[in-house]
């Protein structure tokens, strides 16, 4: 069996926030680093992609749920867009009407940014998302999820072993019912939990879920392990300890934390 295995490199919802409240579940919004053999995937390029420090493997993908900034601002940082004709593939849907590259140029340009992507030395590609794709021996697919403008949810899949990835997930009986089954038997699920059951009642409607309805989803797709991941930027360690008590179940459900790797 070779390595398939997650990194934490971002995992703050909405914005990034700083301090010492927040070192262990960390500062930096949604990037997750996967690494499938000779694969390096990132899941999201929030601004924990700035903190990225990129693998030797021949080639990355760069996998996006959508182009809320919280999951696409770090992207101009990326270390690896200086190495010069690395091969970089950034998918994602449609959006708003705009495809992958048309949402990207019109963020990363002027006058909000100096130079555009095409500007850096690596050797970028951008793809519309197909439902469902290959990249080398990682089988990639994909589901809608419940967010506003959308969201998609990942599932990767490497030598029998998968993770699913459902960020900007607000629940639903509809929403739930797919996503559980999408989720079925998975290794690892990575789920949307910015909001208490309390907080929920006040931002119904934002497109986030909570940590009640996240071990729900778990326990119906017989989920192995349950990450709570996309932390409300309020939320401080002392918080989490303090919610720990509630929810956790050792590795089996845990709040992601900050640089966690996860081994499927
Ligand atoms: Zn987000
Ligand atoms: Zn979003």
Redesign the pocket.
């Known amino acids: 069996m070779e390595n398939f295995k997650i990194t934490v490199l971002g995992t703050r919802g909405s914005i990034p926030v700083r301090g010492k409240n927040f070192s262990i579940h960390g500062s930096a919004t949604s990037c997750y680093r996967v690494q499938a053999g000779n694969e390096e995937i990132y899941l999201d390029a929030g601004s924990g992609m700035a903190n990225a420090e990129p693998l030797k493997t021949s080639r990355i993908t760069i996998l996006l749920?959508?182009m809320?900034l919280?999951?696409v601002i770090g992207l101009p940082f990326f270390v690896a867009l200086t190495h010069k004709d690395r091969p970089i593939d950034i998918y994602a849907h449609e959006r708003a009407e705009l495809l992958p590259k048309e949402a990207i140029n019109r963020l990363i340009a002027h006058p909000f940014w100096p130079v555009r992507i095409a500007s850096y030395p690596a050797k970028v590609s951008f793809h519309l998302l197909p439902q469902k794709f290959f990249i080398g021996a990682v089988e990639v697919d994909t589901l809608e999820g419940c967010?506003?403008?959308g969201?998609t949810i990942y599932k990767l899949t490497y030598q029998g072993k998968s993770l699913v990835y459902a960020t900007?997930f607000e629940h639903n009986h509809e929403a739930c019912e797919a996503l559980t089954d999408f989720a079925k038997d998975c290794d690892l699920l990575l789920y949307d939990t910015q909001y208490t059951s309390e907080e929920y009642k006040l931002y119904k409607g934002y497109?986030h879920s909570t940590p009640e309805e996240g071990i729900k989803v778990a326990e119906k797709a017989a989920a192995k392990k349950i990450r709570f991941i996309h932390h409300a930027p309020w939320r401080t360690d002392k918080d989490f300890a303090q919610m720990e008590q509630i929810f956790e179940q050792g590795d089996k459900v845990a709040f992601a934390k900050i640089d966690e790797e996860i081994l499927l």
């Open positions: 749920t959508h809320h919280d999951h967010h506003p403008g969201s900007d497109g």
